[in-house]
């Protein structure tokens, strides 16, 4: 019973500290212990459409209407608090020495077919040994994995594994090398050459589009003459209106059925969303060994695929932890690319189990060209597409990423889900609590979330009930958005409607949140335990784009774009109200300790520095501007 004999001070605080948090809540701003606060100005304020952007990807910047460099054409306009059209190509060595003497234990190198005098590469062991930068202390983080550094000669660490009386490089006793580092498809040179000079037969992909091309004539032509007939009153018998009445009625279904597909589960899963850039392979390897049973790809754009192109089909490249439970994300808006790099994907990348759809992104860059969320407001495109996807992709089970519409004040999905499960012979259903138009503003709406997963439910229950379905596995319905807490995954498990979470920036900010699931309660992670989880990102990126100079680089950077996300956790224990949110943001605050301040940095010179300590010293070829426009701490802590 609520105690009505309170004093008028305690009151008086109560109503005070009631009109506090409701101030704080209103205004997203965080509620920090007033000890921790340094000053009441916010801290920079972020655009989480980065977690989906393809800003990065010159080449696909310069393809969707940028310059010849990737930047942003006159007139358009510029979105505030970003960096655009970001320079992020790392230097190269001076002297670049032929990949025989790199590693001359690795046979499949061989001897240089060339000679010393002809090739175009150095040969002079002792010049490039003299004009390499002083050794990063301490051991190679590859070598120590691996038992051997694929980096040979050009690794950073190289006086941890080479003999410099012998000058030979050294390996562990009874090492075994690993093809392609524990990665999985692996495509080669020659293959995206084919891909390039168009020379890949294709039958699929060129039956399906076929018949979806002429089927979707046929539909609009039904129509046009259906309008007409309506128009002039009068019966056509014998026309071209009954003729596309006979072939429209008597067209077949595609024969790969969804029931001979591998089967998915990803009932009570713990995924991580797709995201551009911070989606790495590293990163996805961080999260299988935090808990994570399903991982996706960043998002790959389907023409690029077709094309052979060397950056998007890195994107396909997975670690040996994360398959089976491994997806490939593709963002197309027509029928017949999506159906050429399902079949493509089904030769080149055999280890996926499943490809996903994008059909939410909210970039207008994806939007102007009909693609991501724009598929929403053209169901019918959308059908077609997951048809060819179907057709085409062998045994993988095709999958969907929705959002709620593409306008707050019109919600499509429902419309949209019914005719998936009626059409699209999709495996799994994801949606987005949020349409294009809010992108991240405002809280996710998991009551429509739990509303659609209803009709989802519904109709699994009703295959049940069909003697004819009863081979079809159901359809999985997955909630998407503003998961950073066990709260809200302890919500899923007790919404019979929705089958699991998908994580995208819970898990960026907070790498350890499937611990938290698990655990059922916040973990108030020391800086100690943070900075771990940061290292271990570090040998991983190492052991992935490699361990020398441009290797390092790279891992530097993707470490830097990691902890644009991660600097952005507020520790549970200086918090004066839970849960977290993800959309407050917190004045300037300093942590219970130095490290723990620094990993709450928002200055990027400062994630530099977090990676200095397990990468060595940036290099002067080292370059790095960050998404957003970072405020500096450095005032505040000289």
């Not at 519904?458 to 003697?467: M, P, R, Y």
């Not at 596995?473 to 019979?496: C, K, M, S, Y």
Request: charged share 30%; glycine share 8%.
């Amino acid at each position: 019973m609520e105690n009505t004999n309170k004093r008028p001070a305690e009151e008086s605080l109560e109503i005070s500290e009631k009109k506090q948090q409701q101030t704080s809540v209103s205004k997203g701003v965080a509620p920090i212990k007033p000890e921790f606060i340094i000053s009441q100005e916010p801290t920079d304020s972020y655009n989480d459409d980065e977690a989906e952007s393809r800003t990065d990807d010159v080449r696909v910047d310069k393809e969707m209407g940028g310059d010849k460099n990737g930047r942003r054409k006159k007139g358009k306009k510029k979105e505030r608090g970003q960096n655009k059209a970001r320079d992020l190509r790392q230097a190269h060595e001076t002297i670049k020495l032929c990949g025989s003497l790199i590693d001359p234990e690795n046979t499949n190198a061989g001897p240089c077919t060339y000679g010393a005098e002809n090739c175009k590469f150095s040969h002079d062991m002792d010049g490039y040994l003299s004009m390499k930068p002083a050794d990063v202390p301490g051991n190679c983080p590859v070598w120590e994995a691996l038992g051997y550094c694929p980096a040979g000669l050009k690794c950073r660490w190289l006086g941890s594994h080479f003999d410099s009386e012998s000058k030979t490089l050294k390996y562990k006793e009874g090492y075994q090398r690993v093809e392609n580092h524990g990665e999985l498809n692996w495509t080669t040179g020659q293959q995206k050459n084919v891909l390039q000079k168009r020379k890949m037969p294709l039958p699929l992909s060129d039956q399906v589009i076929q018949w979806l091309d002429e089927r979707n004539n046929d539909v609009k032509g039904f129509q046009e003459d259906s309008a007409k007939e309506n128009e002039k009153e009068k019966e056509l018998t014998g026309t071209a209106l009954e003729i596309a009445k006979l072939r429209y009625l008597t067209y077949v279904e595609p024969p790969f059925k969804l029931g001979e597909k591998k089967k998915l589960n990803v009932k009570n899963a713990k995924i991580v969303s797709p995201l551009t850039t911070v989606g790495n392979l590293p990163f996805r390897r961080l999260m299988k060994t935090m808990g994570a049973d399903v991982t996706y790809s960043e998002m790959a754009l389907t023409l690029p695929l077709i094309q052979g192109s060397k950056s998007e089909w890195a994107l396909t490249k997975a670690h040996k932890s994360e398959y089976p439970g491994f997806g490939i994300q593709l963002a197309s808006g027509k029928h017949w690319q999506a159906a050429k790099a399902a079949e493509i994907l089904q030769n080149y990348a055999p280890n996926v189990s499943e490809l996903n759809l994008n059909c939410g992104c909210p970039i207008d860059l994806l939007y102007r060209r009909g693609e991501g969320s724009a598929l929403l407001d053209n169901a019918g495109k959308m059908m077609r597409i997951l048809k060819s996807m179907n057709y085409c992709s062998g045994e993988v089970p095709v999958t969907v990423k929705l959002r709620m519409g593409t306008r707050d004040s019109k919600p499509v999905a429902e419309h949209v889900v019914k005719r998936l499960l009626k059409e699209g012979d999709v495996g799994a259903i994801t949606l987005h609590g949020r349409s294009r138009q809010q992108r991240y503003t405002r809280e996710n709406n998991w009551d429509f979330i739990s509303k659609v997963g209803g009709i989802v439910k519904d109709f699994n229950e009703s295959q049940l009930d069909d003697k004819d379905q009863t081979d079809r596995q159901p359809v999985f319905f997955i909630g998407n958005g503003d998961a950073f807490t066990h709260l809200d995954w302890q919500r899923v498990q007790n919404d019979e409607n929705v089958d699991s979470v998908m994580v995208a920036r819970g898990a960026l900010i907070k790498p350890w949140i499937f611990e938290e699931f698990e655990a059922g309660q916040y973990l108030d992670k020391s800086s100690t335990e943070r900075l771990a989880i940061l290292e271990q990102y570090a040998k991983f990126a190492l052991e992935h784009w490699g361990s020398d100079d441009f290797g390092v680089n790279s891992a530097r950077r993707y470490m830097c774009e990691f902890i644009s996300f991660t600097h952005r956790y507020i520790p549970v224990g200086i918090l004066e109200r839970l849960p977290p949110k993800l959309n407050e943001r917190p004045p300037q605050w300093k942590g219970r300790d130095e490290m723990e301040t620094l990993l709450g940095s928002s200055d990027y010179k400062d994630w530099i520095k977090i990676t200095e300590m397990f990468l060595g010293k940036a290099s002067e070829g080292f370059t790095f501007t960050p998404k957003h426009k970072s405020n500096s701490f450095d005032n505040q802590r000289n």
